[in-house]
């Protein structure tokens, strides 16, 4: 069965702090999606990054980064010198190669203060 | 490019009443997915359509829901009668199939069942 954990249910931080956002899968499968959505105060939810079990290197996005690691089955998101407008509820999710559901975590709430 | 498109953004209706919620996926996708947010039960997948078949309803409460996609174009996502626990955000999304899995999410329309 597939299972996203997001552990961490709210996170503060000041502006220009770094934070880590975690994300730990579960599947029986070999071939699988992760991905990371956004969702902002207004709600609606916003694709970041989609990322398939054969490659594991790591993503930059100007100050966004994936770090996955099959071998603990993680697909971690790191926000550099975060924002005020990086406050959102930050969800990762994943799909099953063949499957198209999308299981997503519980999602977890960041704010970033000035 | 427009994205997708749901209507109405909020709903409010009496519980026994009938409730039709619109979808028009991005052109050219051939996927279409209803989510389901709720605090108690986050993300959840309801049904998803490829090329206007249903292929997974499995996500579907009871008999009270039914959607439909009579074209590419447009999906519908009904409930008769609604009932308050039925009172959430509903996501549509859209991708492409033969692609990456990335599902695109409409605005969502926040339903209240007073």
């Known amino acids: 069965a597939q299972k996203v954990t997001q552990a961490q249910t709210e996170i503060s931080v000041v502006e220009k702090e770094d934070v880590t956002l975690d994300c730990v899968y579960e599947?029986?499968?070999?071939?699988?999606?992760l991905f990371w959505y956004k969702q902002p105060p207004s709600g609606e939810l916003v694709f970041l990054i989609r990322?398939?079990?054969?490659?594991?290197q790591n993503e930059i996005s100007g100050r966004y980064s994936w770090n996955f690691q099959k071998s603990t089955s993680s697909f971690n998101f790191t926000i550099t010198a975060s924002q005020v407008v990086d406050s959102a509820v930050y969800f990762c999710?994943?799909?099953?190669?063949?499957?198209?559901?999308?299981?997503f975590g519980t999602g977890t709430r960041l704010l970033v203060s000035p | 490019d427009a994205g997708v498109i749901q209507s109405p953004r909020h709903e409010v209706t009496e519980m026994g009443q009938e409730v039709t919620l619109r979808c028009k996926p991005i052109?050219?996708?051939?996927?279409l997915f209803w989510y389901r947010q709720t605090m108690m039960r986050g993300l959840e997948l309801l049904i998803y359509?490829?090329?206007?078949?249903?292929?997974?309803d499995s996500g579907m409460p009871e008999d009270r829901f039914s959607a439909k996609m009579p074209n590419a174009s447009f999906s519908t996502l009904k409930i008769q009668p609604s009932e308050p626990r039925d009172s959430a955000v509903y996501f549509c999304?859209?991708?492409?199939?033969?692609?990456?899995?990335?599902?695109?999410f409409g605005p969502g329309t926040r339903l209240t069942v007073t």
């Open positions: 990322r398939n079990s054969f490659d594991e």
């Open positions: 999304a859209s991708s492409l199939r033969d692609r990456t899995y990335e599902q695109y």
């Open positions: 999710a994943l799909s099953e190669a063949g499957f198209q559901k999308l299981v």
């Open positions: 052109s050219g996708h051939n996927s």
């Open positions: 359509f490829n090329n206007n078949v249903p292929i997974d």
């Open positions: 599947t029986r499968d070999t071939t699988y999606y």
